[in-house]
């Protein structure tokens, strides 16, 4: 793993450099468990799946004393994802995600997500897409600033390879 350190300064702001460090020893241990629901009735509309999922990481990373770390201190510690997926009509379906997420000395934050798709065609479906409903102010790993709300249209297409085509 490499890392971006610098030596401890009781002057603020720090005014030592940062330097890129290969960490030789880090150890991560964690848990991650997932549950899924199928909860889809007869009908045209309702919920159709729920799924659930949390992961938890603790990482030791090996430093002198002397020294601070840019990104080893925003790794994640917990995260909950929760996802539903509803069918409006016969074709049409809504995928809400929620994602829970507290990082190591950061506070925890939660972004909201929405996609309504469209089957249009066999194998093409057309989407739009709202990320960060909430337009929730947070930083990813490595003290970068996540935009806000935004959008997005798209169009998939699906192929499915042939397995095993016989000669």
């Not at 506070?107 to 709202?130: G, H, M, W």
């Amino acid at each position: 793993m490499i890392d971006w350190v610098r030596d401890v300064s009781a002057i603020s702001p720090n005014p030592n450099p940062w330097m890129p460090v290969n960490i030789a020893n880090v150890s991560f241990t964690g848990l991650e468990t997932s549950l899924q629901f199928n909860v889809k009735k007869s009908g045209t509309w309702g919920p159709n799946k729920l799924n659930l999922n949390y992961t938890y990481i603790s990482a030791t990373h090996n430093f002198t004393s002397a020294q601070e770390s840019r990104y080893a201190i925003t790794s994640m510690r917990h995260q909950l994802n929760g996802q539903a997926l509803f069918d409006l009509s016969e074709k049409v379906q809504l995928n809400l995600t929620c994602r829970l997420v507290q990082r190591i000395e950061q506070s925890s934050y939660q972004v909201l997500d929405a996609k309504i798709l469209v089957p249009i065609y066999r194998n093409l479906t057309i989407f739009a897409e709202v990320n960060n409903l909430t337009n929730t102010q947070y930083i990813e790993a490595g003290f970068v600033e996540m935009p806000g709300r935004w959008f997005k249209l798209g169009l998939t297409f699906a192929h499915k390879a042939i397995e095993n085509p016989k000669p």
